[in-house]
């Protein structure tokens, strides 16, 4: 079982950048496919990428390629989510979560496929 705790999140200008992180601790970290997620107001939890066990694959969800990058450094036990040129449809609480089923590779996915889900972190983009 792994936990996620997610951090970064803040007040930020459109086009400016900001950087989340998802701290992980369980032994299952480095087995597992982590993906992050948001929730704008008022709409459904997004998928917007996820990253492998190793870091050697990336998927993004196509509304977010370009502007999002996702690593992970296993060392630190951290998922990160670098985002730039930042626009207020961007806010949102952004979630990380790790797949369930460990090793699987990421790709085309559901939120049912994710859990261990942390508690999230605001982000607002203001005009």
């Known amino acids: 079982q792994v936990q996620l705790v997610e951090s970064g999140g803040g007040l930020v200008q459109a086009g400016g950048s900001l950087r989340l992180s998802c701290a992980a601790s369980g032994r299952t970290f480095s087995m597992s496919t982590i993906g992050w997620f948001r929730r704008a107001p008022g709409k459904e939890r997004e998928f917007v990428a996820a990253?492998?066990?190793?870091?050697?694959?990336?998927y993004y969800a196509d509304s977010m390629k370009g502007r999002f990058t996702i690593s992970r450094d296993n060392a630190k036990n951290t998922v990160y989510l670098q985002m730039n040129s930042l626009k207020p449809e961007d806010t949102a609480i952004y979630y990380c979560a790790a797949h369930r089923v460990l090793y699987f590779p990421p790709g085309p996915t559901g939120l049912a496929d994710f859990g261990s889900w942390g508690q999230g972190t605001q982000v607002t983009v203001s005009s």
């Open positions: 990253i492998s066990w190793s870091g050697g694959s990336i």
